[in-house]
């Protein structure tokens, strides 16, 4: 006996070499035992910790590892059989093996003729075989509901069941099983009624469009790279578009000639294969990110060269403070790259709680599309329910926003008007007054929060002034270079890229619409000249402009940044301090702004800036203020505002002499 | 318990009062936007009295006096309005107005350095008291065109430039920087007033100061930088020939406008759209020419007609040769053959200031310039009449000329001369603020023939001589 056990035991392993080692090692142990040593009760063992290994994956069992337990308990019924004491639980056994699969036949090898012929016993008490014939062969067949193999003969459960057979380009058909122990036939002869595509096209997961309308995905068939044959149904006599999309492939259309499709039958169609579609992203930020993609983690920011499938894309990053979201379209072959910065990220804290006021209903819609509108700041709504104050406590404990944005009624009851008040983490305030009813409550704040002022204007180092009866604006100074380059001071600039200009604003137009160079023409000599950003300060004082929302922009800034860029953001910092009359702030941040630049908006500037804080601060700081202005004096070429701005020298000799006790 | 019913009533009727205050205030504004501004003042003034602690006071007070001193030009009756806010009202947000307003009328009263001091310390107090109103950026510019007055220009360019740079967005930003750039200029750094100008062209073009920073820049260009060599553009305006009658006298109003005094009509003309229209009263034989705010007035060799009417006597003149009128409203007046400047005072008062007898006179930024044929010399001197610098005729030029026929001067301090005699013979010269030879020509080489007794200096860089020969104007470029 023990040697007929094992051809069958060498038949195994290749069955279970999907199984988890673990359950095809104590499969493996089991057969040894009872084998080579005849150890009835170790084999035993081992089975059973098979069988309960796979029982406890129930419905999640694949069927490799089904078979393997209907094999188990095969075994366990064989090991059973073979003691008295054991022999009463062969009929559980075979109960359990029925109840896992009625289509399982023991293993002759194995089994008795005797164990054979009661567990066949056992199973016509219960089930009965019913026997298929199907035409044509390769349709789908359900039984209750369930599909099943083919043709053939199945072991179902005794009582009534509904089977159906179908099959593209033919109807379906349905009918009633009455099942008893002796079985039944059933025979299925289904009648052709259109053409069917049949296709495979690799990858898969392709959705197959027929004359614009979707007739599903096709599905991936192993580890196969081409998806499983692909059935376009009930295609009508005539011409046709099959058109094959998939996410970052080419669309592929194919034409379907009416010959194709008449007479009706099946029709394979050559295997198709996508070309892929993707293009790059590059990416570069100040410091490290976190990158998403439609909501998907991508990794991390800064990256070059990213490949992203063609298409629109939800682009979000994640910065240690402050966020980024753009809506971006990435172009087959193309390179997308972008310099992404964090942005604020404002957190409306709702309305504040208290009576029913005229327009509260109002502002509750017009707030519903705040975030929206908004293109500075990263928009984060109210949770419902949510008192404003526990919200800022809660977004400033998480770090999780740089600007407040509160509404409350002011004013008379009936007619209030609406006082936003905006205020960044660290308590820089302002309030904006709204009236509900006006055709646009929230128009001058969406507009001061998208407002950014320019930080820089492009310049060629030419001072260029507008003079009567000249033909272009006159050139007043020029750097070396362009001195170099052959223009002459006191003489007009007539043309510039390539277009004459009449006056200073052509010269400012040409110059926005430039990038690297720009022709600059006097008459017959012209030069090349590079354009450089010229930077610009921050205006103190605007109404164009909501200053705690600069502020959170100007932290932002600073983050990663290096050199000017940081000296300039830091100038701005302390700009936009002093608009707070925060100046013991102001003086730190400028204690940290260092700028290499020597003229124009440059260190002279700082020291300048520097002074006035001191000023503000009381005749206390005289001393640092008058050191300060000194400072600012060994900068002759530092300006106020902008490059072309008024020179700082004059300005700090007129505070030191007024500074003079 | 009392006590307790009597506040209880009081309440009711503080609230009736400010109601009341309220309605009646409105009522003066209906009537002011009528233009019923009898009936308002009226009204306003019933606030005031009827409802002095209410809110609407101190703005009844700011409201009659901005009327009194912009409509009615009536200095001294708003002033005690003024006085009342700055005494009852000062802690009220309509302070800062009132004081910016009572520094304004003091200023404007000014006669002499130390009479803006008054001014200067209501404009500080709203710096000071009220450092977020939206009267602080006129205050700085105020400040500016004190120190301005005053000759400190590294002072006034600082409040102009804090003027335009803390409040980019004030209607007064953009005349600030014209203002800085005058007084950069003043101090010698041209390229920069060039590209502040400039500024105001960029940031604000539709403003009025960028159209005066347009002239300026053209004129300083033209004159400082360029001293591009002088040519004849023609008769101007262009194809005027034989138009005038016998034309002796040039000048230019503020606006630029040119102003002809026609000796055969006794009569000063202003030139709109190129056609001479009358201005002021008739003088014979005219000997000088000045725009006034309040219109021409036009010099005998001893006496002076202002508008209508007839001509007041100056005393111990008889050669009067140049005048002008000083940024403290003082009328300057020089004779040929006497050797001082008379100053008339606005209230009447005369005085003489010593100095060489002058051919002819012009004003300039800081002081004045005086051509004195005896010396031979043009005479620098500063606000207060004292000579600074003294420049032989002919200095800076190839040859040396004998007279002075004429003087004009431009806001920016360019001095144009028409000159005659010895080598350098007839012709015309423009000078800098402070006397260096920007351009010149000789009326030979020129090619112009023709009797020229008086020049002004245009807003295009250009001048303007006076022809009276072939009674026509000439510009050169």
């Known amino acids: 006996m023990i040697r007929r056990l094992l051809p069958a035991a060498a038949f195994l392993p290749a069955l279970l070499g999907a199984q988890d080692a673990s359950v095809k090692d104590a499969f493996e142990a089991g057969k040894n035992l009872w084998a080579s040593a005849g150890d009835r009760e170790g084999a035993?063992?081992?089975?059973?910790?098979?069988?309960?290994?796979?029982?406890?994956?129930?419905?999640?069992?694949?069927?490799?590892?089904?078979?393997?337990?209907?094999?188990?308990?095969?075994?366990?019924?064989?090991?059973?059989?073979?003691?008295?004491?054991?022999?009463?639980r062969v009929a559980q056994r075979f109960q359990a093996l029925l109840d896992l699969n009625p289509d399982f036949d023991l293993d002759r090898d194995i089994s008795s003729a005797r164990l054979v012929a009661a567990y066949e016993s056992q199973r016509t008490t219960r089930f009965g075989l019913a026997r298929f014939t199907l035409d044509p062969l390769d349709g789908v067949l359900l039984i209750d509901g369930q599909p099943a193999k083919g043709a053939g003969t199945h072991w179902l459960a005794q009582g009534a069941h509904r089977v159906a057979y179908s099959r593209p380009g033919h109807g379906s058909q349905e009918q009633s099983l009455e099942l008893g122990a002796k079985g039944a036939a059933v025979t299925f002869k289904l009648a052709r009624l259109s053409t069917v595509?049949?296709?495979?096209?690799?990858?898969?997961?392709?959705?197959?469009?027929?004359?614009?309308?979707?007739?599903?995905?096709?599905?991936?068939?192993?580890?196969?790279?081409?998806?499983?044959?692909?059935?376009?149904?009930?295609?009508?006599?005539?011409?046709?578009?099959?058109?094959l999309r998939s996410p970052c492939f080419r669309t592929k259309t194919?034409?379907?000639?009416?010959?194709?499709?008449?007479?009706?039958?099946?029709?394979?169609?050559?295997?198709?294969?996508?070309?892929?579609?993707?293009?790059?992203?590059?990416?570069?930020?100040?410091?490290e990110a976190d990158l998403l993609l439609d909501g998907e983690p991508k990794g991390k920011a800064p990256v070059s060269n990213l490949s992203v499938c063609a298409g629109t894309h939800d682009l979000e990053l994640r910065f240690p403070a402050g966020g980024y979201t753009k809506r971006v379209e990435i172009q087959e072959g193309k390179a997308l790259s972008l310099t992404a910065k964090p942005r604020p990220r404002l957190a409306y804290l709702g309305m504040e709680t208290g009576d029913d006021f005229s327009g509260r209903i109002r502002m509750g819609e017009v707030m519903q599309a705040f975030g929206p509108r908004l293109t500075q700041v990263a928009f984060l709504a109210p949770k419902a329910g949510e008192a404003?104050?526990?919200?800022?406590?809660?977004?400033?404990?998480?770090?999780a926003a740089e600007l407040f944005l509160s509404l409350r009624p002011v004013g008379d009851p009936a007619s209030p008007q609406i006082e936003f008040t905006l205020s960044t983490v660290e308590g820089e305030t302002e309030h904006f007054i709204a009236r509900p009813f006006e055709q646009d409550p929230l128009a001058a704040l969406v507009a001061k929060l998208n407002a950014l002022p320019p930080t820089s204007e492009p310049g060629v180092g030419l001072t260029l002034v507008d003079v009567e009866g000249e033909p272009g604006p006159l050139l007043l100074s020029a750097d070396p270079e362009a001195l170099k380059a052959g223009l002459q001071v006191q003489k007009a600039i007539t043309s510039m890229a390539g277009k004459p200009v009449a006056s200073v604003a052509d010269a400012r137009k040409a110059l926005e619409g430039a990038t690297e160079k720009i022709a600059v023409a006097q008459g017959a000599v012209t030069a090349t000249l590079p354009v450089r950003p010229q930077p610009l300060e921050l205006p103190m004082v605007s109404e164009a402009y909501a200053y705690p929302a600069l502020l959170a922009q100007l932290r932002l800034r600073l983050l990663g940044a290096k050199g000017d860029e940081a000296g300039l953001a830091r100038l701005d910092l302390a700009l936009g301090l002093m608009h707070f009359r925060k100046y013991d702030q102001a003086l730190e941040t400028l204690r940290e702004a260092k700028l290499a630049a020597p003229r124009g908006i440059s260190q002279?500037?700082?020291?300048?800036y520097t002074a006035l804080c001191f000023q503000r601060l009381g005749p206390a700081y005289a001393n640092e203020a008058s050191a300060a202005f000194q400072r600012a004096l060994r900068y002759p070429s530092a300006t106020l505002l902008s490059s072309d701005g008024p020179l700082v020298a004059p300005l700090a000799k007129q505070a030191l002499e007024e500074l003079k006790p | 318990l009392v006590l307790g019913l009597a506040v209880a009533a009081t309440i009711p009727v503080m609230a009736q009062d400010a109601d009341f205050a309220e309605k009646l205030f409105r009522s003066g504004e209906r009537a002011y936007q009528a233009k019923s501004y009898k009936e308002a003042l009226d009204t306003w003034n019933q606030v005031l009295a009827s409802a002095p602690r209410s809110d609407y006071a101190p703005q009844a007070a700011l409201r009659i006096a901005r009327h009194l001193a912009a409509v009615d030009s009536n200095t001294a009756a708003a002033m005690p309005y003024l006085d009342r806010i700055k005494a009852d009202y000062l802690r009220t947000p309509w302070a800062a107005q009132g004081l910016l307003l009572r520094g304004q009328l003091l200023a404007q009263q000014a006669r002499k350095a130390e009479d803006l001091k008054d001014a200067v310390a209501e404009f500080n107090r709203v710096l000071d008291l009220f450092p977020d109103s939206t009267a602080v950026p006129e205050a700085r510019y105020q400040l500016g065109l004190a120190a301005l007055r005053t000759g400190q220009l590294n002072k006034a360019l600082g409040h102009f430039v804090d003027t335009f740079r803390a409040h980019p967005d004030s209607a007064i930003a953009p005349e600030a920087m014209v203002q800085a750039s005058a007084a950069l200029d003043a101090s010698g750094d041209l390229e920069g007033a060039l590209r502040l100008l400039q500024r105001v062209r960029n940031v604000a073009p539709a403003s009025p100061a960028a159209d005066e920073a347009g002239w300026r820049l053209t004129t300083l260009v033209r004159h400082r930088l360029l001293k591009a060599p002088i040519k004849v553009e023609g008769t101007w305006p262009a194809g005027k020939a034989k138009w005038l009658h016998t034309p002796t006298l040039l000048a230019t109003d503020a606006s630029g406008g040119l102003l002809i005094y026609q000796s055969d009509l006794n009569q000063a003309f202003a030139l709109r759209a190129n056609e001479p229209a009358p201005v002021g009263g008739s003088l014979p034989s005219a000997k000088?020419?000045?725009?006034?705010?309040?219109?021409?007035?036009?010099?005998?060799?001893?006496?002076?007609?202002?508008?209508?009417?007839?001509p007041a006597p100056l005393a111990g003149l008889n050669a009067i040769s140049g005048a002008f009128l000083d940024g403290w409203g003082n009328l300057w007046v020089s004779d040929a053959k006497t050797p001082n400047l008379t100053v008339v005072a606005p209230e009447g008062a005369t005085r003489a200031v010593a100095s060489p007898s002058f051919n002819a006179l012009a004003p300039l930024p800081q002081g004045m310039v005086g051509a004195s044929d005896d010396t031979r010399t043009l005479v620098f001197m500063d606000a207060d009449g004292k000579a600074r610098r003294s420049l032989p005729y002919g200095q800076g030029l190839p040859a040396p000329f004998k007279e002075v026929v004429a003087l004009a001067s431009d806001p920016l301090g360019n001095l144009a001369a028409i000159v005659d005699g010895g080598d350098f013979g007839e012709g015309v010269v423009v000078y800098d603020p402070?006397?260096?030879?920007?351009?010149?020509?000789?009326?030979?080489?020129?090619?112009?023939?023709?009797?020229f007794t008086s020049v002004a200096l245009d807003r295009r860089g250009g001048l303007i001589l006076c022809d009276r020969r072939n009674d026509a104007l000439i510009r050169l470029y």
Not at chain 1, 61 to 68: D, F, G, K, L, S
Not at chain 1, 265 to 272: V, Y
Not at chain 1, 388 to 399: N, P, Y
């Open chain 1, 44 to 88: 035993t063992a081992k089975f059973e910790q098979v069988a309960a290994a796979l029982q406890a994956k129930g419905p999640a069992a694949t069927a490799p590892e089904r078979q393997m337990l209907c094999q188990a308990y095969n075994w366990l019924a064989v090991l059973d059989d073979r003691s008295a004491a054991t022999k009463p």
């Open chain 1, 197 to 243: 595509l049949r296709l495979q096209i690799t990858p898969p997961g392709a959705e197959v469009f027929l004359d614009g309308a979707s007739q599903g995905k096709a599905t991936a068939q192993g580890p196969d790279a081409s998806s499983a044959t692909f059935f376009v149904d009930g295609v009508k006599p005539g011409a046709h578009t099959l058109e």
């Open chain 1, 254 to 287: 194919v034409s379907v000639p009416a010959s194709l499709v008449e007479p009706v039958g099946d029709k394979d169609l050559e295997p198709f294969k996508l070309e892929p579609s993707q293009g790059t992203l590059t990416l570069a930020t100040p410091v």
């Open chain 1, 388 to 399: 404003a104050q526990a919200a800022q406590d809660r977004l400033k404990a998480a770090k």
């Open chain 1, 604 to 608: 002279g500037t700082v020291e300048y």
């Open chain 2, 288 to 310: 000088a020419l000045i725009a006034t705010p309040s219109g021409p007035w036009l010099f005998s060799k001893n006496s002076i007609l202002k508008g209508e009417g007839a």
């Open chain 2, 434 to 451: 402070q006397g260096a030879v920007l351009r010149q020509a000789s009326f030979k080489a020129l090619g112009l023939s023709g009797r």
